[in-house]
């Protein structure tokens, strides 16, 4: 079993018994590690989807006309799962704040609104993702967002590729990696960051490539 799915496993189960122990004494508070516990199974679900994606072929037959790529659905609640934590954190406080009219209360109070406010901005912001279209790919070029597409005879050199972070501080540590759709249009350099969309990188190629392998065979037919 993948160590990421055992260690949310054994996380999610310590938030949930938190919880359940909170919610004879602090009911909010019980709610923030029920929902920490639900974030931990939304994780082990991403990473045994990531596993089994990682593991599927496609061919000709099993893509669609179009590939519609959007924000990952996973990533999304947990983001806004997570703003929630922070949202419950500040109505807590809230409620339990002793106002008075002096300078330090009414300055603590619009902190602590502007705080609640700030992650109920966020989780609407979220919320808006999750149907937005990101990228689209068809037989006859790729769209990103509402931008004009990229036609196939004018893009060149299409692939994912990877950079790694390094700093100073970590030049022989652990570089995390980040996953980018790359190419060449009209000789000016796209590359778009795909580790926030419900595609992983090895799907992603496979697309592009047999996207490309359309194109190339419906200008053949042409001639």
């Known amino acids: 079993m993948n160590f990421g799915i055992i260690f949310y496993t054994i996380l999610g189960i310590l938030s949930l018994l938190i919880g359940i122990y909170l919610l004879q004494y602090f009911i909010l508070l019980s709610i923030i590690f ?3 516990s639900f974030i931990n199974v939304v994780f082990i679900h991403k990473e045994y989807s990531l596993n089994k994606s990682d593991k599927t072929e496609y061919d000709e037959n099993s893509i669609p006309d179009e590939i519609i790529i959007k924000y990952s659905r996973s990533g999304t609640i947990i983001a806004i799962a ?3 934590i922070f949202l419950i954190l500040g109505l807590f406080f809230l409620l339990g704040f002793n106002f ?4 330090t209360a009414i300055v603590v109070l619009f902190i602590l609104l502007g705080f609640t406010g700030y992650f109920i901005f966020k989780i609407i912001s979220q919320v808006k ?12 070029g790729i ?12 893009i060149q050199l299409e692939k994912i590729i990877v950079k790694r972070l ?25 590359e778009i960051k ?10 992603l190629a496979q697309v592009l490539k ?4 359309r194109f190339n065979n419906s200008d053949l037919t042409q001639l």
Request: hydrophobic share 30%; aromatic share 16%.
């Open 166 to 190: 390094v700093s100073r501080e970590s030049k022989h540590d652990y570089k995390p990696e980040i996953n980018y759709l790359y190419f060449f249009h009209n000789n000016e350099k796209i």
């Open 194 to 203: 795909i580790d926030d969309f419900d595609i992983t990188d090895y799907q």
């Open 210 to 213: 047999i996207c490309r392998a």
């Open 143 to 154: 769209q990103i967002k509402n931008n004009k597409r990229y036609l196939w005879n004018e």
């Open 82 to 84: 997570t703003y929630c």
């Open 34 to 36: 029920f929902i920490g």
């Open 100 to 103: 008075k009219f002096t300078g």
């Open 129 to 140: 993702k999750i149907s937005q279209i990101v990228i689209s790919i068809n037989g006859k």
